[in-house]
């Protein structure tokens, strides 16, 4: 693995914790209480999941199995 990806895994981590506290910050602040923080924190790993699987079968090169 390459430094570079290394780089890139760390940040995307520190970014999906940071967005989970941010909207964690804010529900309790708005005191919307029909969404569980915990729910709410599996909905978006769940989206951030989709998008890099999304992304990673753009990027990778399709490979016909012969």
């Known amino acids: 693995?390459?430094?570079l990806s290394s780089s890139a895994q760390i940040f995307l981590l520190?970014?999906?914790l940071i967005i989970c506290v941010l909207i964690i910050h804010?529900?309790?602040r708005?005191?919307?209480?029909y969404l569980p923080e915990s729910v709410a924190i599996i909905y978006i790993?769940?989206?951030?999941?989709?998008v890099?699987?999304?992304?990673n079968q753009w990027t990778?090169?399709?490979?016909?199995s012969t």
């Open 14 to 16: 520190l970014l999906l």
């Open 30 to 33: 708005k005191r919307f209480t």
């Open 60 to 64: 990778t090169p399709n490979q016909e």
């Open 1 to 3: 693995m390459s430094e």
């Open 26 to 28: 804010l529900l309790i």
């Open 45 to 50: 790993g769940g989206i951030f999941g989709l």
């Open 52 to 55: 890099l699987k999304i992304y």
